[in-house]
């Protein structure tokens, strides 16, 4: 076995490179990108609610319906717009995080990556990730909260879903 390299500055052993430490997202970079995620997710939320409330509105009248069938059709349409708003949540977020980064985090070059490996995630980890992420939020916020406090800076729906976010 050949004797480790000698440094060209005499004396002792060359130094060895180390592997940089990864930067964690912390906890209030990543509620800003999160509420710029949540702006971009709400202009199509509002416009399919404008659309369904106006259909409502406009099939009410014109049937000259009583106030009891009026509130029918709009509590139909109002879980029609919640069930909507939960499938472009979870394309958004789903779609984003299995391609590295939502555009919100893209504007502070943060990007999800596996806990382990610090790869990119794949579509399977990022639907774990998305319904950790709902589980987080129904406990008072305090699973995204702990990021703040983690040494990894991971919120719960991370910790289930084995990712972490970095940050550069």
């Known amino acids: 076995m050949p004797p480790p390299p000698q440094s060209p500055y005499g004396g002792g052993y060359a130094p ?6 990864p ?10 990108a999160i509420v710029i995620d949540g702006i971009i997710i709400a202009i199509p939320i509002i416009a399919v609610a404008v659309v369904v409330g106006v259909t409502i509105g406009f099939t009410s009248a014109s049937q000259n319906a009583t106030s009891q069938q009026t509130n029918a059709a709009a509590n139909g349409a109002t879980g029609i ?3 909507l708003a939960i499938v472009i949540q979870a394309g958004y977020f789903i779609y ?5 980064q ?22 399977g980890k990022a639907v774990v990730r998305f319904i950790g992420y709902y589980i987080s939020a129904l406990v008072c916020y305090i699973g995204l909260i702990w990021a703040a406090f983690d040494g990894r800076k991971q919120g719960w729906h991370d910790k289930i879903a084995g990712t972490v976010v970095l940050q550069g």
Request: aromatic residues 20%.
């Open 102 to 123: 939502t555009l919100g985090m893209r504007l502070f070059r943060l990007r999800v990556v596996d806990a382990n490996t610090y790869q990119p995630i794949s579509v």
């Open 16 to 21: 060895q490179a180390y592997a940089a430490q």
């Open 81 to 83: 717009v919640q069930l």
């Open 96 to 100: 984003f995080w299995s391609r590295g």
């Open 23 to 32: 930067v964690y997202g912390g906890f209030w970079i990543r509620f800003v």
